[in-house]
């Protein structure tokens, strides 16, 4: 059972606009929810995360909306740059315990 | 170092030998993490450590998955007679451990595994 489904599984942005990817979770015990960045051949790296108790964070050009009632959050890139061009992977984690749980993930890929 | 290191990075097993990752985490990080992360899919948990005890091991796969972490600070992972369907990235994390402040977990650059 896939607790946390991803869309789009690849996107194509042009340079300066805005990337969109979207999360779903079922499990209404998550209670974190943290987005990772990922570069061929590294690892994932946090990228900005938040709790349900905020509808909305912001850290520079990135934000994550979050929408408890329909159980699902969303990663907002303004102003994309090549250096963003990479995978992004949206997790989910309980309260109290420190196993992710990570979506299937999105290549993004900034154009000129 | 200043991070999660992991070795070796990459690794080719002939089917059905017996292969062993290591994670060194960052000094001081009480918990670590083992995630399976096939091509093209997002990492999937394997177990997890709190010091040298395993808390969950749930996500094994099999009974030929084993991971140890002796004195709570290097880990290792052994799959024995490997399959190929065990070829993946493997990747360790670790973190500060104090989940009630979702302290962030930091990954390494994992280890490929390609059985053939």
């Known amino acids: 059972q896939q607790q946390v489904k991803q869309s789009p599984q690849s996107l194509i942005v042009q340079k300066g606009g805005i990337s969109i990817i979207n999360c779903a979770y079922e499990?209404?015990?998550?209670?974190?929810f943290p987005w990772y960045q990922q570069f061929p051949g590294k690892g994932p790296a946090l990228l900005i995360a938040?709790?349900?108790?905020?509808s909305e964070k912001k850290e520079g050009r990135f934000t994550i909306s979050f929408n408890k009632s329909a159980k699902q959050f969303s990663l907002h890139i303004m102003d994309s740059q090549s250096g963003d061009s990479a995978t992004y992977f949206c997790?989910?984690?309980?309260?109290?315990?420190?196993?992710?749980?990570f979506g299937t993930g999105t290549r993004l890929t900034i154009i000129p | 170092g200043a991070g999660v290191s992991q070795s070796p990075r990459y690794k080719v097993a002939k089917r059905g030998q017996d292969v062993a990752l290591r994670c060194d985490p960052i000094?001081?990080?009480?918990?670590l993490f083992w995630y399976q992360q096939a091509l093209g899919q997002g990492p999937e948990f394997l177990t997890y450590?709190?010091?040298?005890?395993?808390?969950?091991k749930s996500g094994l796969p099999s009974d030929r998955f084993f991971a140890e972490r002796p004195e709570g600070s290097v880990s290792t992972l052994k799959i024995q007679r490997t399959q190929q369907e065990d070829s993946a990235v493997y990747l360790c994390?670790?973190?500060?451990?104090?989940?009630?402040?979702?302290?962030?977990?930091?990954f390494g650059q994992g280890t490929r595994l390609t059985v053939v």
């Open positions: 997790a989910a984690r309980i309260f109290g315990n420190e196993k992710l749980t």
């Open positions: 450590f709190q010091n040298e005890a395993q808390l969950d």
């Open positions: 000094s001081g990080h009480v918990s």
């Open positions: 938040i709790r349900p108790d905020v």
């Open positions: 994390a670790s973190s500060l451990s104090n989940p009630t402040m979702n302290t962030e977990a930091f």
């Open positions: 499990n209404t015990a998550f209670d974190y």
